[in-house]
């Protein structure tokens, strides 16, 4: 099921017209109607309000629960958020597996030149994180740093708080891999 039935779904569910959920998640209803006819990607605090807003867990909205032998994405494919904005500028962050019961969460994230995520923050599990593109300041910890470009990884500890920036003044493009799913 795409994202737009899911959210139709449970906003049905509930018996919520359109203009009910927007006075619920704070979302507009123009934006609502795209989002459920697939004409918009959501952000990612879109996707909290509305999940917040329905009472369930984020990844309802957005992993399925089939467990395929195999799962292709082709280029351009995933389920695309928006996250960390500055201005018009976001970091597009592509999600490679939508199955809620995949050990791990492979993500492709496109960033703006100059793009910080902000504060560290952790989460549980491991991350694997590599450039594709760009020149990256990886910040782990209270006190390292690395400066990453093309082909550059690490495998780290999510648990210990991290964030990066993109260094550069061209985009950058990351593979990150969490396990388990963050999301």
Not at 145 to 173: C, I, P, Q
């Amino acid at each position: 099921m795409r994202l737009g039935d899911t959210i139709k779904f449970h906003r049905k569910k509930k018996g919520w017209t359109l203009t009910e959920l927007s006075a619920q998640c704070q979302l507009s209803v123009a934006q609502l109607s795209k989002l459920e006819n697939g004409k918009s990607n959501p952000s990612i605090d879109s996707l909290r309000k509305l999940a917040g807003a329905f009472e369930i867990p984020v990844s309802t909205l957005t992993l399925t629960e089939e467990i395929p032998s195999i799962s292709p994405v082709l280029d351009g494919e995933g389920f695309v958020v928006r996250w960390c904005a500055r201005g018009d500028d976001y970091v597009t962050v592509r999600y490679l597996t939508l199955n809620r019961l995949a050990k791990m969460q492979p993500i492709v994230l496109t960033v703006p030149a100059g793009m910080s995520t902000g504060n560290s923050k952790s989460h549980p599990g491991d991350e694997f994180f590599y450039v594709l593109e760009g020149c990256v300041r990886f910040f782990y910890g209270d006190d390292e740093v690395f400066d990453m470009r093309d082909g550059d990884f690490l495998y780290y500890d999510g648990t210990v708080a991290h964030h990066w920036e993109n260094m550069s003044a061209k985009e950058a493009r990351l593979l990150t891999c969490n396990t388990p799913p963050v999301m």
